[in-house]
């Protein structure tokens, strides 16, 4: 079983829609979790971290479930530079510092 | 605080030729990270690196790679004979070191990348 699991999609919805995307991850020791955004041909940029409480950042927000072990991103009134690859990323620190990517979901947002 | 810095940005190589990327963590970081990318395809976890130190090799092909990061200097990531399948980009992350208990040590942050074509 993979680490972390992503819908690789695409997503394709009209600008101004709703979308959300969702990752889940096999190890419970996992401690931090973030959301990397990949354009076409560069390298992933961090989005956001995402917290126990949940987090917003304009128009994006993060969940955590730890009891599901699932984590969730929610983009409303969508943008055509939202278009991108979404890469959901795992994190276990008290054995050295392993990151663990899943394989991404591709965003296309239509005019 | 300059990024992570990956030279050279484009690398062609005829096949069997020798590849050498090379990766500068960002300042204060001791931990790299080695990626690879197929056209069209999700990122690979290659290796995992500390100072003089192979952390996880897990990724790496058994064969014809190798990489290191020395005490000065860059992490190299170093494919011998190359083939055309070797085509991709690589990338690196740093991140700062963790502690033994640490519970949120912040993201990896990549450099540019190093486009790998092999002729």
């Known amino acids: 079983r993979k680490e972390v699991e992503q819908d690789p999609g695409p997503f394709n919805v009209p600008e101004g829609a709703t979308v959300a995307f969702n990752c889940t991850y096999s190890n419970s020791a996992s401690q931090s979790f973030f959301w990397y955004r990949q354009d076409c041909r560069k390298e992933p940029k961090l989005l956001m971290s995402v917290y126990s409480s949940g987090n917003e950042d304009g128009r994006f927000t993060a969940q955590l479930n730890r009891a599901s072990q699932y984590i969730s991103l929610l983009i409303r009134d969508s943008k055509l530079s939202d278009s991108a690859t979404y890469l959901c990323v795992v994190n276990r620190a008290y054995n050295f510092n392993k990151f663990y990517f899943g394989s991404g979901t591709k965003l296309n947002v239509k005019p | ?119």
């Open chain 2, 1 to 119: 605080n300059a990024g992570v810095m990956q030279n050279p940005r484009h690398l062609v190589r005829r096949r069997g030729q020798e590849a050498r990327l090379r990766c500068s963590p960002m300042k204060g970081h001791s931990h790299v990270y080695w990626y690879r990318q197929l056209p069209e395809e999700g990122l690979k976890f290659m290796v995992y690196l500390q100072k003089e130190n192979i952390i996880d090799e897990s990724g790496m092909p058994k064969e014809r790679f190798s990489a290191e990061f020395p005490k000065e200097g860059p992490s190299i990531l170093r494919i011998q004979q190359v083939v055309r399948g070797d085509s991709a980009a690589y990338f690196c992350a740093s991140s700062p070191s963790a502690s033994g208990r640490a519970t949120q040590v912040g993201e990896q942050f990549f450099g540019p990348g190093t486009r790998l074509t092999v002729l």
